[in-house]
């Protein structure tokens, strides 16, 4: 399933560029295929289906719940009043989910069916209000946006056992998946132990892994694989980085530095800041989180451990609170269990109906 060179059509009259090795594996594997149609309903529809058993278990406590509410049909004060325990339950967020009350509630709306639409869309329209792309790999690039140079680079930043590591090593799968080439930096030099982790994804997945030994400096570790990229044609650079919060000022210059050391380097900069959250540290993740969104402007989240919690309205807080767009979630223990994000398809799962259904589409 195709997860970078995916693009929303969004406006049909204009197609997004997809880059150039997105574009030659899939006419080289589509041949013949009426892409536009058969291919993307086809990954839409996968996509779909892991985010939805990812949300398997924040259905069941949330879903649940509404569901009894849903099944009085008139609206009556107490409406309101669990919707607001449920979604804040749910880890939407206080204000965010006193926002999203009050903005139904103003609708004057008598029947608990319409409510619920009106819920849907409401939580559709947080999600898409970040959706636009702030980095250069993800997300419905603008129609004239040209695809970065190769190789292209990804900096990784996250807490320690958030899934950094894991993310990089699906994230490279993923990407080979397509055909690309991946190097990854084990640019977490603190822990001699991260440094291994993923030199075994890099074995098990078949990725290179430029690492120096514990303690070395993690922006020269970047700057070797970037020059290795470089040297091999390589598509793809993931850099990992230390997580380490206790020493979070130290953490946070040593990123700021790796991001400049890219950046003497290679002018652009990164083309994506991945900040990997999990899910089911709820709000204490995204208070931990600011940190490093402060620190070195990230452009993409990804959510981990989805399937781990009952709590994925936390995904609603971090377009709120950060303003920043989720573009994957992690969705079990295996190297593919990674889902692109879609905003419709996850309030769909989330509301448990068909998402032409709760938002109009
Ligand atoms: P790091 O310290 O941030 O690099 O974290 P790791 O990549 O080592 O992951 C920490 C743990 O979380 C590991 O046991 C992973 O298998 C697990 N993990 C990572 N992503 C997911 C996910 O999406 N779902 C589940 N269930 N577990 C995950």
Redesign the pocket.
Known sequence: MPLFGRRKKKDADQPAPVDQAADEAREAAAAAVDEDDALTEEEEAAAAAATDR?LERTRRSFLGRLTEVFAVPDVTEETWESLEEILIGADIGVPTTLEVVERVRAMNLRKTADVRSALATELIAILEAVDAPRGRLWGEQPADAQAPPRPHIVLVV?????????????IAWAYMQEGRKVIAAAG?TFRAA?IE??QEWGQSVGFEVVAQGQGADPAAVAFDAIQAAQARGADVVLI?TA?RLQNKQNLMAELSKVRRVIERHVPRGPDEVLL?L??TTGQNGLSQARAFAEAVDVTSVM??????TGKGGIVFAIAKEFGLPVRF?????RES??APFDPRSFVASLLGEPVERVAGR
Do not use: C, P, S
Request: glycine fraction near 22%.
């Open positions: 990812a996250g807490v320690n056992g958030t899934g950094k590591t894991t993310a990089i090593g699906r977490d991260a982790q993923i990992d997580g990997v999990d899910a959510l981990t451990k989805l399937d781990g979630v992690g969705v079990g223990q269990d990674l």
